[in-house]
């Protein structure tokens, strides 16, 4: 079907819109404001998920239109599903706001700079060739002291806030950065258990490619025969969550077909976003005849790490990783929380390692703020979340911080050097492997 977009009067097209029976299953009651992230930082019904399901009923009864202001409030989503765990009536707000996002990028027109800097993130994220080729010049920007200079001189605050909150929450680069340094196959330690796929995702390849590697040794520590694809791509969360529905499309075709024909017990995954949108495979590609099928039987294979080892169980001896106790507060990444529902399997092995004292955090189903490229789109709201997820981490005194997902890293990480506090934040993999090696 093509659609031809009609900017004049914007509204929902006729493809998918944001389903009637999905919306009417809203009781309105309010239980989910609290809960909210962006109801919570900006105050307003509109920007609250009730708010949301009404506007997008408004617009398919045509009592309003897609006009900007309405867009606002879709955009100032984190998409944390927060409110699907709190909703009493059981509603499927992450189906709804997919839709409502699809329907935005589809027939609202974005102005010349938003566009721009879409453009830019969705051409360039989700391509790992395409963002090494930008990493020389960041590079040397950091190794020539560049980008401490701009960063105490202040410089940064002549840019637009968006390119200060790209800018800000890029980390140090290393040599992993720039290859795939993992072989195709990695045997099992002993006798082999499982045989499993390893995805590498787009952005954790190049700016955190000691998780991938700590993980892969983790599995195959635990009698996993690891086959890790050389060519493979992103797996679409981050055009999925940002309603790019062609291109995550694409891109699921494509992991699918990856990993298909391996002959694998499981496709096991590290980053908590992409695990749910891998998990939706099924959703996103369930009108194409070709792929749906594929697509289902694909995501019964798919696997999030910790709950994987959590199912199977740990066979690998683990030793103390210091000579005292280590205290570790775990960062819930709301992709595993929420869209998930894996929140103890993480928490279970991390107490397995013999030193390591887990402590609770207060608030730790609340949003940081990372959210895939909120934190670059939204970068207001980000930072109030950012801050205060900062804080609510400190308050145990943590020796280490751990979070399964490579945004809420690069967002904890940043508002750790802004409060000047230098607490390691690693993926429960990392510390798994240090307790292993
Ligand atoms: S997904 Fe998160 S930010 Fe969006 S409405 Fe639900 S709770 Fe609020
Ligand atoms: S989404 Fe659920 S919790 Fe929120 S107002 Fe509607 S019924 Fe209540």
Redesign the pocket.
């Known amino acids: 079907m093509t659609l031809t977009p009609n900017f004049n009067t914007p509204t929902f097209d006729q493809k998918s819109p944001p389903s009637p029976e999905l919306i009417d299953a809203c009781v309105h009651c309010g239980f989910?404001l609290a809960?909210?992230?962006?109801?919570r930082v900006i105050g307003k019904e509109t920007d609250?998920?009730r708010g949301?399901i009404y506007l997008m009923d408004s617009i398919n009864t045509g009592e309003i239109s897609l006009a900007p202001e309405v867009v606002d409030h879709f955009d100032s989503?984190?998409?944390?599903?927060?409110?699907v765990t709190a909703c009493p009536s059981g509603v499927q707000?992450d189906k709804l706001?997919s839709a409502a996002r699809a329907q935005v990028e589809r027939n609202h027109p974005r102005s010349v700079l938003d566009n721009l800097l879409r453009q830019f993130i969705f051409r360039v994220f989700p391509y790992p060739d395409r963002l090494r080729l930008l990493l020389s010049p960041l590079w040397l920007y950091q190794k020539l002291g560049l980008q401490a200079w701009v960063r105490s001189s202040g410089l940064l605050r002549l840019l637009p806030k968006r390119l200060q909150a790209m800018e800000s929450i890029m980390p140090p680069l290393n040599n992993g950065s720039f290859t795939d340094r993992l072989p195709e196959l990695v045997p099992a330690r002993g006798e082999k258990r499982y045989r499993v796929g390893v995805i590498m995702g787009c952005v954790q390849r190049v700016f955190q490619p000691q998780v991938n590697e700590a993980t892969v040794q983790v599995l195959a520590a635990n009698g996993c025969e690891v086959v890790i694809p050389r060519v493979q791509g992103c797996c679409g969360a981050l055009s999925c969550h940002q309603g790019q529905e062609l291109q995550a499309q694409d891109l699921a075709r494509e992991m699918i077909d990856r990993f298909g024909d391996l002959d694998l017990d499981y496709v096991i995954i590290n980053a908590a976003g992409c695990g749910h949108t891998l998990k939706e495979y099924g959703h996103l590609l369930q009108d194409d005849p070709k792929y749906k099928d594929k697509a289902q039987n694909f995501v019964k294979q798919v696997k999030d790490i910790h709950e994987f080892l959590a199912e199977v169980g740990m066979i690998a001896p683990l030793k103390p990783i210091g000579e005292t106790t280590v205290r570790v507060v775990y960062q819930d990444a709301c992709h595993l929380l929420h869209g998930q529902k894996i929140s103890l399997q993480p928490r279970s092995l991390l107490k397995q390692i013999p030193n390591l004292e887990l402590a609770e955090i207060v608030d730790s189903a609340l949003?940081c703020g990372s959210a895939g490229v909120y934190n670059i789109l939204q970068p207001e709201v980000a930072e109030e979340l950012g801050n205060q997820k900062v804080n609510n981490l400190l308050a145990p005194q943590p020796d280490i911080i751990a979070s399964p997902n490579v945004g809420c890293v690069l967002q904890i990480r940043k508002h750790l050097t802004l409060q000047q506090r230098q607490v390691p934040v690693c993926h429960p993999m990392e510390l798994l492997y240090r307790s292993i090696a």
């Open positions: 989910c809960t909210c992230p962006s109801y609250s998920p949301r989503c984190l998409g944390c599903l927060a409110c707000y706001i949003c």
